[in-house]
């Protein structure tokens, strides 16, 4: 519409001069005023959609957070309804427990277990060196005897046989020493060891039992807000990430820029470029008044490749019979003030008009003039969206 005013020019002078003249206006003496009227409207017209890309697909991304139960079981407490705010750690919902506390109470029964075998293996080994200290006195004596008797016979008092007994007493006093120090050494490492190790089991399997316990109670991982809960009391849960129990709208991170996206037609890619300024205009804020219904900004990067194109592995041989349905150029936008970002609604559709301000020289600032056509005529979509949203066109209401 505006470029049809602005290149109407020719057609204006050619309609006075012969209204000056006196002479009535027909197709045969306007034909060139009207052709460098569509002349000069095409060319304006491919300027402005050129070098000012426009598009419809933009939308403001945000994120969710899927709950999902790490075990099954049926739902026995219910903590939040949809539309509860919560905070990290809060509980969102109990399964039965009663399988997963037999489990723990097991658990520490076993390292009950293990602390009577550690009090008979400390017992075992008072005994066992008790029995070592009386063989060593034993073995004393025996040998002393046997000294007496190597003494008797030397002497010419006693016997031979005297000395073979009291030799073979202390072999077997010698003998009996071994066996006891290794059943002492058997108790060493049974009681500083074995018994560890025991216990360290016991505690792993405590520690697992009460790790499977906590799956029973399920708490946020993060701040935001509930919704699509889909539980009930009694229903049994699910583990599989596809069907979730609810789902969190996580709070925005305060520190972190939103990044609006949208899609532009690859014709577009030659005037794309980070730091282009752009103006965004969400449905959601669009207001009568304009006032905060369009928001400045600039592409802070564009992706670098296209999504339809994209090959995954597979079983199959790609098809491209569907190849002629072209994707988008995907950038993404960040808005010049943190104010306007807090006005933002997440999933908000928004209309992005891009403008070309980077060319230089006197055509470069008549390129980036034609802004305005596209710049005036982005306030009256949002007007049109106002009305179609209210339903005066069959939208909306």
Not at 369 to 391: D, E, F, N, P, Q
Request: contains cysteine; proline residues 3%.
């Amino acid at each position: 519409m505006f470029e049809l005013i602005f290149t109407s020019f020719p057609a204006v002078i050619r309609y006075f001069q012969l209204r000056k003249r006196g002479e009535a206006m027909t197709v045969w003496n306007m034909k060139t005023a009207v052709f460098l009227w569509a002349v000069m409207a095409f060319i304006l017209f491919l300027t402005i959609f050129y070098y000012h890309p426009k598009t419809y697909a933009g939308i403001v991304p945000f994120r969710t957070v899927s709950v999902v139960s790490q075990t099954s079981g049926p739902v026995v407490e219910i903590a939040v309804n949809n539309g509860d705010q919560v905070q990290t750690g809060d509980l969102l919902f109990r399964i039965e427990n009663s399988s997963q506390v037999a489990f723990l109470s097991e658990a520490e029964t076993q390292l009950g277990v293990v602390d009577a075998k550690e009090a008979q293996a400390k017992d075992d080994l008072i005994v066992k060196q008790a029995r070592i200290d009386d063989i060593e006195a034993q073995l004393v004596n025996l040998r002393e005897e046997l000294s007496d008797a190597e003494t008797l016979v030397k002497r010419g008092i006693g016997t031979a046989n005297s000395v073979v007994e009291a030799t073979a007493q202390v072999a077997s006093a010698e003998a009996d020493l071994r066996a006891a120090s290794a059943e002492l050494d058997l108790a060493t490492i049974v009681l500083a060891e074995s018994i560890p190790a025991e216990r360290r089991a016991a505690e792993a399997a405590i520690e697992s039992a009460k790790v499977q316990l906590s799956y029973t109670e399920v708490r946020s991982f993060v701040d935001g807000t509930v919704t699509q809960l889909a539980l009930s009391l009694g229903s049994p849960t699910t583990t599989l990430v596809f069907s979730p129990a609810m789902i969190i709208i996580p709070e925005r991170d305060p520190e972190m820029n939103i990044a609006i996206a949208a899609g532009f037609v690859q014709v577009a890619q030659n005037v794309l470029h980070d730091g282009m300024p752009v103006e965004v205009a969400c449905e959601s804020n669009a207001s009568l008044s304009l006032k905060n219904a369009i928001f400045p900004g600039r592409i802070s990067s564009l992706q670098p490749a296209v999504a339809t194109g994209q090959v995954v592995p597979s079983g199959d041989l790609a098809d491209l019979k569907n190849a002629t349905e072209r994707g988008a150029i995907q950038a993404f936008i960040e808005l010049e003030y943190e104010a306007h970002e807090q006005m933002l609604i997440d999933g908000s559709g928004c209309v992005i008009q891009a403008y070309t301000t980077n060319k230089s020289g006197f055509v470069g600032h008549i390129i980036a003039a034609t802004g305005v056509v596209k710049a005036a005529s982005l306030r009256m979509k949002v007007l049109g969206s106002m009305v179609i949203g209210v339903g005066l066109l069959g939208g909306g209401h």
